[in-house]
């Protein structure tokens, strides 16, 4: 069976991203971002959403641990960050409902979804520039980059929450996560 570890980033949704992982039978720990990489055996991360980049602990050692690493918003940011692309703040602020359109149907993680999806996403921040390495797999009005993968390396994020009902198709992407860790 596969396991998965969700990083702890202090995120109002953090509880429904295990709630939705363990509902799809998947043995799922949700581990404070301060736990040393060396302690992971997860063979798979979620990096949580969180209130601001200043409280992400150990996240950006979590992404040398040769596993998939999936970021949710903050989780996607950190990501970015630390690899080289730029972040910074969305001109929409709070949680919307947006349609994302899907731009690379190949994509691993997000290709197999509709053209155009229905999201619940913040945009108080946002990727503003991929890192080297990465392809922008989804986009919207709001938001140039709602999601991006670099398939290489197994990394991979989302700007939006897809474990809250608002979001159409967010057991899929939960879904085809865990079939790049398997």
Known sequence: MTRI???????????L??????????????IDNTTP???????????SGGPDMDDIG?????????VPVFGICLGMQLIAAELGGRVGSGDYGGYADVTVEITDEDDPLVGSLAPETRV???????VKEVPEG???????????VEAMSDTDRDLYGVQWHPEV????????VFENFLAICE
Do not use: I, K
């Open 5 to 15: 570890d969700v990083v702890d980033n202090h995120g109002q949704f953090t509880h």
């Open 17 to 30: 991203e295990q709630r939705a992982l363990r509902d799809m039978g998947v043995d799922v720990e949700l």
């Open 37 to 47: 990489p060396e302690d992971v055996t997860a063979d798979g991360l979620v990096l």
């Open 58 to 66: 150990r996240c950006p050692d979590y992404l040398d641990l040769d």
């Open 120 to 126: 619940w996403a913040s945009h108080a921040d946002e």
């Open 134 to 144: 990465f392809t922008r797999t989804g986009t919207s009005d709001v938001c140039g």
């Open 165 to 172: 009902s608002h979001t159409a198709e967010g057991e899929e």
